[in-house]
């Protein structure tokens, strides 16, 4: 049983921070807060008391018409895409500003939205935000092509020219990194956007809108369009005048986003999916530090996290020490509300998601593997559940093969270097890895070996914003981060101008 707060004390009454009022609750449409065009509205609910904390207005596909029409609009005859590099650069830095004057209210609406811990939205994904704006800033007036040396009589140079109008669906375990990690690049490029932020957590997304308005993003360039995947997002995936698409999701969700485009437009997309992430801890490491880093590598948001380390491997020589101290170290995370400054995990950010991860546990039990600590609901409020080990599980069983999304770790032993590469890389996904070790060759020879977007040698979460990053296999393709993400909000145009008695060529 791991040490759980009771957090339904403090819920209601805001004792440890206060709850903010919810302001923008309409769709954000060419600079203004409106209703949708059917008048529905959905609820979105709190995860730590299961009860309703607003209604939201709900996009339809008439909604992404009229937003797709305002963006088009905006790229076509308004002023962000004419701008330089250096005027968009200023309005983004006043939007990062405001941003940090804020810090605490969007910190409160990511907390109450989506479960996540408040200390964590307001020291790292919140400011996190402000970096993003800050870094594509920085590149907004370093934007450029080349000139080529030709063997012709021709002057011929390339431009980058912004790629126009972007749909970016995100999803709800990191509401803001995720709007930032989107709208950062492509605003920096000159494209205008639709940004619609899951319909889990759309809190955030639209104070996000407003902010932006104040800082004199022109209408237009950036409208948020709360809604249904099915409805919104496949809208924005299949519109005709959508020039590409930025989606970070399930890979079932990101076939159909894909088949959406291909059949449309051919609009390019850019896919970052799910993860089964493999870590191999081998003989020689700490066994203290490896299993804190294991440990914050699953249940770190509540295991709704795309790169969690959820098949741990340990080699042979340590792995019973591993697996008592891993054990015993579980049983003591703070589960409760996450609010409360001493809680390591707070609810699973929905209902579905809460039943999902259950029901794989279950299957796990069912498959034969051996449930060495978790495994039930917390509590009988709120979508919290316990952390939850596995061991003896073979490489077929459901639990070892799908993303769970959640605080369930699948633990397996392995005798060498090579059987460890194996068992990383019997997933079909490829988005991140770990690799705990002492030993650089070990380090050098596995890293180059794992099929994975990102390897974390001795470390877990090591993200920075000009270090790209996605996946390999069916974990997606596509970079977000570093200048990788910016190109792919640009295109390339060639000019080829004849030159006639020149000196040289």
Same mark, same amino acid.
């Given at each position: 049983?791991?040490?759980?707060?009771?957090?339904?004390?403090?819920?209601?009454?805001?004792?440890?921070?206060?709850?903010?009022?919810?302001?923008? %609750?309409?769709?954000?449409?060419?600079?203004?807060?409106?209703?949708?065009?059917?008048?529905?509205?959905?609820?979105?609910?709190?995860?730590?008391?299961?009860?309703?904390? %607003? @209604?939201?207005?709900?996009?339809?596909?008439?909604?992404?018409?009229?937003?797709?029409?305002?963006?088009?609009?905006?790229?076509?005859?308004?002023?962000?895409?004419?701008?330089?590099?250096?005027?968009?650069?200023?309005?983004?830095?006043?939007?990062?500003?405001?941003?940090?004057?804020?810090?605490? @209210?969007?910190?409160?609406?990511?907390?109450?939205?989506?479960?996540?811990?408040?200390?964590?939205?307001?020291?790292?994904?919140?400011?996190?935000?402000?970096?993003?704006?800050?870094?594509?800033?920085?590149?907004?007036?370093?934007?450029?092509?080349?000139?080529?040396?030709?063997?012709?009589?021709? /002057?011929?140079?390339?431009?980058?020219?912004?790629?126009?109008?972007?749909?970016?669906?995100?999803?709800?375990?990191?509401?803001?990194?995720?709007?930032? &990690?989107?709208?950062?690049?492509?605003?920096?490029?000159?494209?205008?956007?639709?940004?619609?932020?899951?319909?889990?957590? +759309?809190?955030?997304?639209?104070?996000?809108? /407003?902010?932006?308005?104040?800082?004199?993003?022109?209408?237009?360039?950036?409208?948020?369009? +709360?809604?249904?995947?099915?409805?919104?997002?496949?809208?924005?995936?299949?519109?005709?005048?959508?020039?590409?698409?930025?989606?970070?999701?399930? %890979?079932?969700?990101?076939?159909?986003?894909?088949?959406?485009?291909?059949?449309?437009?051919?609009?390019?997309?850019?896919?970052?999916?799910?993860?089964?992430?493999?870590?191999?801890?081998?003989?020689?490491?700490?066994?203290?530090?490896?299993?804190?880093?294991?440990?914050?590598?699953?249940? /770190?948001?509540?295991?709704?996290?795309?790169?969690?380390?959820?098949?741990?491997?340990?080699? @042979?020589?340590?792995?019973?020490?591993?697996?008592?101290?891993?054990?015993?170290?579980?049983?003591?995370?703070?589960?409760?509300?996450?609010?409360?400054?001493?809680?390591?995990?707070?609810?699973? &950010?929905?209902?579905?998601?809460?039943?999902?991860?259950?029901?794989?546990?279950? /299957?796990?039990?069912?498959?034969?593997?051996?449930?060495?600590?978790?495994?039930?609901?917390?509590?009988?409020?709120?979508?919290?559940?316990?952390?939850?080990?596995?061991?003896?599980?073979?490489?077929?069983?459901?639990?070892?093969?799908?993303?769970?999304?959640?605080?369930?770790?699948?633990?397996?032993?392995?005798?060498?270097?090579?059987?460890?590469?194996?068992?990383?890389?019997?997933?079909?996904?490829?988005?991140?890895?770990?690799?705990?070790?002492?030993?650089?060759?070990?380090?050098?020879?596995?890293?180059?070996?794992?099929?994975?977007?990102?390897?974390?040698?001795?470390?877990?979460?090591?993200?920075?914003?000009?270090?790209?990053?996605?996946?390999?296999?069916?974990?997606?393709?596509?970079?977000?981060?570093?200048?990788?993400?910016?190109?792919?909000?640009?295109?390339?145009?060639?000019?080829?101008?004849?030159?006639?008695?020149?000196?040289?060529?």
């Amino acid at each position: 049983m791991a040490n759980l707060s009771n957090g339904n004390d403090h819920i209601n009454n805001g004792s440890f921070v206060k709850i903010p009022k919810i302001k923008f %609750t309409k769709l954000f449409i060419n600079g203004e807060f409106v209703d949708s065009v059917s008048g529905k509205k959905f609820e979105t609910v709190d995860p730590r008391t299961e009860e309703v904390i %607003t @209604e939201i207005a709900e996009a339809t596909k008439e909604d992404i018409d009229i937003a797709v029409k305002a963006a088009r609009k905006a790229f076509d005859s308004g002023p962000w895409p004419r701008m330089t590099g250096a005027e968009r650069a200023k309005i983004m830095l006043k939007w990062a500003a405001l941003i940090e004057e804020n810090i605490e @209210e969007i910190a409160a609406l990511d907390t109450m939205d989506g479960g996540k811990l408040y200390s964590w939205c307001k020291n790292v994904d919140v400011p996190e935000a402000s970096n993003l704006l800050r870094y594509y800033a920085g590149a907004a007036d370093k934007i450029h092509g080349e000139v080529f040396k030709t063997s012709r009589n021709l /002057h011929l140079y390339s431009l980058m020219e912004p790629v126009g109008v972007v749909g970016h669906i995100i999803p709800w375990n990191f509401p803001t990194i995720m709007f930032f &990690t989107k709208a950062s690049p492509a605003l920096a490029a000159g494209c205008t956007m639709v940004l619609k932020p899951a319909e889990q957590t +759309p809190l955030s997304a639209l104070f996000y809108a /407003h902010l932006a308005k104040l800082a004199g993003i022109p209408d237009g360039v950036l409208n948020v369009v +709360p809604g249904f995947g099915s409805i919104a997002g496949a809208a924005i995936a299949s519109h005709m005048d959508v020039d590409s698409v930025s989606f970070t999701g399930s %890979t079932e969700t990101g076939r159909k986003v894909m088949m959406a485009a291909t059949m449309s437009n051919l609009k390019p997309v850019s896919l970052e999916l799910g993860g089964k992430s493999p870590v191999l801890i081998f003989d020689d490491a700490d066994v203290d530090k490896a299993v804190d880093l294991a440990l914050f590598g699953i249940l /770190h948001n509540k295991g709704e996290i795309c790169v969690a380390f959820s098949r741990v491997y340990v080699q @042979e020589g340590i792995y019973d020490e591993f697996e008592k101290k891993l054990v015993e170290k579980a049983k003591t995370w703070v589960v409760g509300d996450p609010f409360d400054p001493k809680v390591q995990q707070g609810p699973q &950010t929905s209902k579905a998601q809460f039943e999902k991860i259950l029901s794989y546990i279950e /299957h796990g039990k069912k498959e034969g593997a051996t449930l060495l600590t978790g495994g039930k609901r917390f509590g009988n409020k709120g979508y919290y559940i316990e952390p939850t080990i596995f061991s003896n599980v073979k490489e077929d069983m459901l639990i070892s093969q799908d993303e769970i999304f959640g605080p369930v770790m699948v633990l397996s032993k392995f005798r060498s270097v090579e059987e460890g590469i194996e068992k990383a890389n019997s997933s079909k996904y490829g988005l991140a890895s770990g690799i705990v070790t002492k030993n650089m060759d070990i380090a050098n020879t596995v890293s180059r070996s794992i099929r994975a977007g990102i390897v974390w040698i001795n470390c877990f979460f090591a993200f920075d914003v000009d270090c790209p990053f996605g996946g390999y296999k069916m974990s997606g393709f596509g970079r977000d981060y570093g200048l990788e993400a910016l190109h792919k909000y640009l295109q390339v145009k060639s000019v080829a101008t004849p030159i006639y008695n020149s000196p040289w060529l």
